[in-house]
């Protein structure tokens, strides 16, 4: 492998990267009834490229986050 496919691989992999780690941060502060459901949607954010495109698309609405502390 080149230097300008691995720039390249890298460059296209750093927002799923990002994205992986946005949801699995999101879905840990979110309330989702249960402790099950919330593991669940913290695995499936967790499988690597398309986890965090199925959490986005179903998870993200079914939780809601807690209040703000005043």
């Known amino acids: ?3 300008k496919t691995a720039i390249v ?3 296209v992999s750093i927002p799923f990267v990002g994205g992986t780690v946005w949801a699995i ?3 840990a502060r979110r309330e989702f009834g249960s ?3 919330k593991a669940v949607w913290i695995m499936v954010a ?3 490229f398309v986890g965090f495109l ?3 698309l179903l998870g ?3 939780g809601v986050k ?3 502390p005043d």
């Open 54 to 56: 199925v959490y986005l």
């Open 25 to 27: 941060v999101d879905a």
């Open 60 to 62: 993200l609405r079914r």
């Open 35 to 37: 402790l099950a459901q």
């Open 46 to 48: 967790a499988v690597p």
């Open 66 to 68: 807690p209040a703000a």
């Open 1 to 3: 492998m080149d230097l």
């Open 9 to 11: 691989v890298v460059a």
